[in-house]
Nanobody, 124 residues
Framework: QVQLVESGGGLVQAGGSLRLSCAAS????????MGWFRQAPGKEREFVAA????????YYGDSVMGRFTISRDNAKNTVYLQMNSLKAEDTGVYYC?????????????????WGQGAQVTVSS
C-alpha cells in the first residue's frame, strides 16, 4: 500500500479558497487513482473528487462540482484539491485516498489507503 499525508487545511471565511495537498510514499504513486473524501461531525464520510492515474480523468461529487478541482503531479507524488467559493457546509476533515481505479474510489471498494486527515473549517 501507499502512505499518504495531507496538508493545507485551516480556517477560511465563506467565499474563500484553500488548497489541500496529499503527499504519497511507498509503492509507485503513478499506478494509483487518487481521491478526496470529507467527513463532517456526526455525518458519514462523503466522496469529494477523484483522478485517474492514466489519462487524468476526473470525477466530482455533486456538492463540489464547479467549485473544487483535483489535480496530480506524478513527478512529485502529490495530489491536490483546490477549493474555491467555500461554504460553511464544506467544513469537515478531508481525507486523501488511493485505490486501484476511479470506480474503486467512488464505491469505496478494493483496498484503499487513507491519510490521517486535514481539518477544513469555513466560517459563515
Amino acid at each position: 500500500q501507499v502512505q499518504l499525508v495531507e496538508s493545507g487545511g485551516g480556517l477560511v471565511q465563506a467565499g474563500g479558497s484553500l488548497r489541500l495537498s496529499c503527499a504519497a510514499s511507498g509503492r509507485t504513486f503513478g499506478s494509483y487513482a487518487m481521491g478526496w473524501f470529507r467527513q463532517a461531525p456526526g455525518k458519514e464520510r462523503e466522496f469529494v473528487a477523484a483522478i485517474a492515474w492514466g489519462d487524468g480523468s476526473t470525477y466530482y461529487g455533486d456538492s463540489v462540482m464547479g467549485r473544487f478541482t483535483i489535480s496530480r503531479d506524478n513527478a512529485k507524488n502529490t495530489v491536490y484539491l483546490q477549493m474555491n467559493s467555500l461554504k460553511a457546509e464544506d467544513t469537515g476533515v478531508y481525507y486523501c485516498n488511493a485505490n486501484s481505479g476511479l470506480r474503486a474510489i467512488v464505491t469505496m471498494t478494493g483496498r484503499p489507503s487513507w491519510g490521517q486527515g486535514a481539518q477544513v473549517t469555513v466560517s459563515s
